[in-house]
C-alpha cells in the first residue's frame, strides 16, 4: 500500500506532526508551498489571511513532487487558520480531483476547536474518510515530553488508519476477484 502525506505548515507544528506519522507508517511527505508567502504577524497580514478564508481563496502553489492520485491512502495535514484549513488546500482540490481515495485528516491549532476538520472533511465528501486527528500546537509546548506524546499519539493513529486502509483494500480486492473468478 501506498501512502502520502500533504501538508502545509506556517510555523512548523503541522509539519512535526506529518514526520512523525511519515516515521511511523513509512509514507512519502509532499509540503504544499504558497507562492507568495504571508510573512509577520501585523494587521495587515492577519487581515489578508482572514480574507482569504473568507472568500475561499485559491493562493498559488508551487508543484509538489507526488501525485496523490498514485496512492492508495493519503494523509492531509493543515495548521487551523481563523476556524478553518489553510487556502492553499482550495488550490489544491481544484487543480487535483481527490475523490477515489482513503482519506484521513489532521490538524494543529492553538485550541482544541475542530472546526478546519469538519471544514475539511466536507471538502473531501466524495472520498472515503477513515479518521481525523487534531492538537494543540506541538512544538510550542514548553515540556519536551508533552511534546514527544502528541507526536507518538498522533504517530499511533496513524499507525491505526494505515492499518484499517489495509484490511479495506484486501477485502476491496477480495469482493473484485469474487466477481472476477464467481466463487
Not at 68 to 85: A, H, K, M, N, Q
Request: glycine share 4%; with cysteine; hydrophobic share 40%.
Amino acid at each position: 500500500m501506498k501512502i502520502l502525506i500533504l501538508y502545509n505548515t506556517v510555523d512548523g507544528n503541522t509539519a512535526a506532526v506529518a514526520k512523525s506519522i511519515a516515521d511511523k507508517v513509512g509514507a512519502d511527505m509532499s509540503q504544499i508551498v504558497r507562492v507568495n508567502k504571508r510573512y509577520g504577524y501585523g494587521f495587515f497580514n492577519m487581515l489578508k489571511s482572514r480574507l482569504e478564508v473568507i472568500f475561499k481563496r485559491r493562493p498559488g502553489i508551487f508543484p509538489f513532487k507526488h501525485d496523490p492520485r498514485d496512492y492508495d491512502l493519503i494523509f492531509i495535514g493543515t495548521p487551523v487558520w481563523y476556524d478553518s484549513y489553510n487556502p492553499v488546500f482550495n488550490t489544491l482540490f481544484e487543480v487535483i480531483k481527490i475523490y477515489d481515495r482513503k482519506i484521513a485528516i489532521f490538524s494543529t491549532g492553538e485550541t482544541e476547536s475542530e472546526k478546519a476538520l469538519d471544514k475539511l472533511a466536507e471538502k473531501l465528501h466524495e472520498s472515503v474518510l477513515l479518521g481525523r486527528f487534531h492538537c494543540v500546537e506541538p512544538i510550542w509546548e514548553d515540556d519536551e515530553a508533552v511534546t514527544e506524546k502528541i507526536l507518538a499519539d498522533a504517530a499511533e493513529w496513524a499507525q491505526g488508519i494505515a492499518d484499517e486502509a489495509e484490511k479495506m483494500i484486501e477485502q476491496e480486492e477480495f469482493e473484485r476477484r469474487k466477481t472476477i473468478y464467481k466463487f
